[in-house]
């Protein structure tokens, strides 16, 4: 169960608990109305007094619990909710591979979970409290009458051949609806980032049919599943109320005439007959949600089981050697560099140049540990893969074309929570030429969503400031000064040479100057 599995299990046994006394209500209502009747019937009005009495102070009673039962209800699905993120949030930003597509763990995170919530979660709990109530109302039949109870219930269970026909094209369908899902928020992802080009370009109605024509998977998705469940309620409903229903309550009048049950006690079966009834179909609804979010359980049960980083720190010293020896790249179905070397000592400089798809950003990535590589790959002669990943990452700063910066302050996002000596920060803003910004700015500016109150010379600027502030073995720069103008970069590019730090840079056009100040050029394109 998922409230079990990632809920407080101190919460969890209270609202069973509670449950008990929310699931005795429809027994307890049954066994006043029955007594109500024959009180009618031996036409005592002392009896029905106390009973009335007993009615109104045992229904306050239970809607005290009832008010409880709301509250620890409401605190477990909190609960559960907040484990789950954060569970889903540790593997992707610590364990999972760096994502190709970053609509697909969007649309996790935000539709899939909710639909977890809403088909799972509150499932569960739903069939727990029914269930609860469906064995009080069986024991609070019998207690009237075993053989009439018999024959509702055997006719209440019928409606379950229904929903175990529909389990799998549920599930089918529901998987189908969460495919479609993820690919209407990626695109509608996309549409947001290009919005400027779309309107200058006048691509206007080619956006809307493209998102129209995914919102139209997605919605057909979704009418799909939604038919689905649809059509087997309807058809446990019709068994439910003619096998479930027509043919108990008949049975009932034959007992009742034939002299074997009161009319009282006939209709204490009748008003628990229908929480039977109307309980199994809660609970086989409830089924045909729950089994809608199998393949996001998988999901989170595949992260929760992820493996940590079992390998052992090796003791690398300083930094000497970075080797590479017949390297294959690829990303996703494409290959992007094949028998690939690469040999540099502490101190080089190397550029790598290659137009765009030629595997440059990857390879950065790779060097640092965070995308799979094939063939050797060795540091101080010591192979990459005995490394723990977190040894691999703190030799190497990365300098981004594109940085990431939080919806922070520039102070924040220059150390990003790192603790660092004032003096460090300056001096690393410095070297960077971001000191005119703090001047102007300070640092608690709010840099906006993603950098969005900065220019795209002055993000980049944040981002190199970062590299300079860790002071790790390697600088790894993508396309480092793109964004920045030949004043700048060259600014920019002294710092990086001045620093004896090694520094593996890719571009795509660099000034001949600069090219031959680099201890390698390598031009990807060319083979070896």
């Not at 101190?10 to 008990?20: E, I, K, Y």
């Not at 429809?26 to 009615?55: E, K, W």
């Not at 109530?133 to 269970?157: E, N």
């Not at 009418?223 to 479930?244: P, Q």
Request: charged fraction near 15%.
């Amino acid at each position: 169960m998922i409230i079990w599995r990632y809920g407080r299990k101190r919460q969890v046994a209270l609202l069973v608990g509670l449950d008990l006394f929310v699931a005795a209500k429809m027994v307890f209502l049954a066994v006043m109305l029955s007594g109500f009747i024959a009180a009618a019937t031996a036409g005592s009005m002392s009896r029905f007094l106390r009973l009335a009495i007993i009615a109104v102070g045992g229904f306050a009673a239970l809607s005290l619990l009832g008010q409880w039962h709301v509250w620890v209800k409401n605190r477990l699905i909190q609960t559960v909710n907040l484990r789950i993120k954060t569970l889903m949030a540790k593997h992707l930003i610590d364990d999972g591979p760096l994502p190709e597509d970053a609509s697909k763990p969007l649309s996790f995170m935000t539709n899939d979970l909710k639909q977890l919530e809403t088909n799972g979660i509150a499932s569960e709990l739903t069939i727990l409290e029914q269930l609860l109530t469906l064995v009080f109302a069986i024991a609070g039949a019998i207690y009237f009458d075993w053989l009439t109870t018999l024959v509702f219930v055997v006719g209440a269970l019928l409606p379950m051949a229904v929903s175990g026909l529909t389990q799998k094209p549920i599930d089918r369908r529901a998987k189908a609806w969460s495919t479609a899902n993820g690919q209407y928020t990626g695109s509608l992802k996309d549409l947001l980032t290009g919005l400027d080009t779309i309107r200058s370009y006048h691509a206007n109605a080619v956006a809307k049919a493209r998102l129209n024509q995914s919102s139209t998977a997605m919605e057909f998705g979704l009418r799909k599943m939604n038919d689905m469940i649809g059509t087997a309620d309807v058809w446990m409903s019709f068994i439910a109320l003619t096998l479930g229903l027509l043919v108990p309550f008949g049975f009932g009048i034959v007992r009742i005439i034939s002299g074997v049950v009161t009319i009282a006690s006939f209709i204490g079966i009748v008003q628990l007959s229908n929480s039977i009834t109307n309980t199994l179909l809660t609970i086989m609804d409830g089924v045909n949600k729950w089994n809608t979010t199998r393949q996001i359980q998988v999901k989170l049960r595949a992260a929760a089981h992820s493996t940590p980083d079992a390998r052992s720190e090796q003791p690398l010293g300083a930094l000497q050697t970075i080797t590479l020896s017949e390297v294959t790249l690829s990303r996703g179905d494409k290959r992007l560099l094949k028998n690939f070397n690469l040999t540099l000592k502490a101190g080089d400089k190397i550029l790598l140049k290659a137009p765009s798809g030629f595997g440059k950003t990857t390879l950065l990535y790779a060097l640092a540990g965070q995308l799979p590589l094939q063939g050797k790959y060795t540091i101080n002669c010591v192979a990459a893969n005995q490394l723990p990943a977190r040894q691999q990452l703190d030799l190497f700063s990365l300098i981004k074309q594109q940085p990431f910066l939080f919806n922070d302050t520039l102070g924040f996002n220059l150390t990003l929570g790192g603790n660092y000596s004032q003096s460090e920060i300056v001096e690393a803003a410095r070297r960077a030429h971001l000191d005119t910004l703090v001047a102007e700015k300070g640092w608690d500016y709010q840099c906006g969503e993603n950098g969005a109150n900065l220019s795209g010379g002055q993000i980049q600027r944040v981002e190199i400031a970062r590299a300079f502030l860790v002071k790790r073995p390697v600088i790894l720069a993508d396309e480092a000064t793109s964004a920045l103008d030949d004043k700048l970069s060259d600014a920019i590019h002294n710092e990086l040479f001045a620093a004896g730090q090694t520094v593996i840079e890719v571009a795509h056009h660099i000034s001949p100057a600069w090219e031959a100040k680099f201890d390698q050029v390598i031009d990807l394109t060319q083979p070896d």
